[in-house]
């Protein structure tokens, strides 16, 4: 083969490995996923009061994601889980007035809208280890080096708290770090391992109360099983509301892979200058 193909055909593989060598998609939820929008597929609500529960279970959870006219792009997450729950103030539990997968101009959105009278709607949509991208399935994951972020839209609340969430073996936590932004915007945390979690039961009625203690570092969650976003929206006398048209996951190789990439940048450096 003529040199000048092999090198650059070396090129290539070595741009390959080096951009493989950036972030890598561990969760990503976004683009177009539904024709039309499309209501969440939910089991049974329970009622306690004026709360209204729609709870996975841990021991054999089922996808909180529409179970009609919804499809991933290419390359994008599928399937995600979750719980929701609504208070209302005058006892009288009631559905929330939108669950469901809605068509956005670019990216699909979960929005989430309590019903008439409603003051609080909060709950948890989560990723599942069975579900990461780029083989990360089937690796072990930990917090170090894990950057997440999301994009909050069509907001209505008097009081908001966005918070990631993580299931690190069995049980889960919540993260120190909240958004709390009353309006639209994004929230995002580079590696997640130098901020605090809190240990938090997602099954519990009700679930709008975060950890009073946020004491687990990061760098100990090792065996991560779920990523998501927790939430927590109050509005007196209305309906609270929120969009989310983005989730991702994103993961930074250890130094070591990009030390193996290096070494192959510098023998084709070696293999050129022998030419």
């Given at each position: 083969?003529?040199?000048?193909k092999?090198?650059?055909?070396?090129?290539?593989l070595?741009c390959s490995?080096?951009a493989?060598?950036?972030?890598?998609?561990?969760v990503?939820w976004?683009?177009?996923y539904v024709?039309s929008?499309?209501?969440l597929e939910?089991?049974?609500?329970?009622?306690n009061?004026g709360?209204?529960?729609?709870?996975?279970?841990?021991?054999?959870?089922v996808?909180?994601?529409p179970?009609?006219?919804?499809?991933?792009?290419t390359?994008k997450?599928?399937?995600?889980?979750?719980?929701l729950?609504n208070?209302?103030t005058?006892?009288?539990?009631?559905n929330?007035a939108?669950?469901?997968?809605?068509?956005g101009d670019?990216?699909?959105?979960?929005?989430?809208?309590?019903?008439a009278?409603?003051s609080t709607?909060?709950?948890m949509i989560f990723?599942?280890?069975?579900g990461?991208?780029?083989?990360f399935?089937?690796?072990?994951?930990?917090?170090?080096?894990?950057?997440a972020?999301?994009?909050?839209?069509?907001?209505?609340?008097?009081?908001?708290?966005f918070r990631?969430?993580?299931q690190n073996?069995?049980?889960w936590?919540?993260s120190?770090?909240?958004y709390t932004t009353?309006?639209?915007?994004s929230?995002?945390?580079?590696?997640l391992?130098?901020i605090?979690w809190?240990?938090w039961?997602?099954t519990?009625a009700?679930?709008n109360?975060?950890p009073?203690?946020f004491?687990?570092?990061g760098s100990t969650l090792?065996?991560?099983?779920s990523?998501?976003f927790?939430?927590?929206?109050?509005?007196?006398?209305?309906?609270?509301?929120?969009?989310v048209d983005?989730y991702?996951?994103?993961?930074?190789?250890?130094?070591?892979?990009?030390?193996l990439?290096?070494?192959?940048?510098?023998?084709?450096?070696?293999?050129?200058?022998?030419?």
């Amino acid at each position: 083969m003529n040199t000048n193909k092999i090198w650059c055909s070396m090129m290539i593989l070595s741009c390959s490995l080096w951009a493989s060598a950036g972030s890598i998609s561990l969760v990503d939820w976004s683009g177009q996923y539904v024709p039309s929008s499309r209501n969440l597929e939910l089991p049974s609500g329970t009622d306690n009061g004026g709360t209204r529960t729609f709870e996975f279970s841990e021991d054999n959870p089922v996808s909180t994601s529409p179970f009609s006219g919804y499809e991933a792009p290419t390359g994008k997450s599928d399937l995600f889980y979750g719980v929701l729950q609504n208070h209302q103030t005058n006892g009288t539990p009631a559905n929330f007035a939108a669950n469901q997968v809605a068509l956005g101009d670019t990216n699909s959105t979960i929005r989430i809208q309590g019903g008439a009278g409603d003051s609080t709607i909060s709950g948890m949509i989560f990723f599942q280890k069975s579900g990461f991208l780029n083989g990360f399935d089937s690796e072990t994951v930990s917090l170090n080096q894990v950057d997440a972020s999301f994009n909050i839209s069509d907001h209505s609340a008097t009081s908001t708290t966005f918070r990631f969430a993580v299931q690190n073996g069995t049980d889960w936590y919540l993260s120190e770090a909240a958004y709390t932004t009353n309006g639209n915007g994004s929230f995002a945390q580079e590696d997640l391992s130098i901020i605090n979690w809190g240990s938090w039961d997602p099954t519990g009625a009700p679930i709008n109360s975060a950890p009073l203690d946020f004491s687990f570092s990061g760098s100990t969650l090792n065996d991560v099983q779920s990523f998501g976003f927790y939430f927590n929206l109050e509005r007196e006398n209305n309906t609270p509301r929120f969009r989310v048209d983005s989730y991702s996951v994103m993961v930074i190789p250890e130094p070591g892979t990009l030390a193996l990439v290096g070494i192959a940048l510098g023998s084709l450096l070696l293999f050129r200058r022998r030419r």
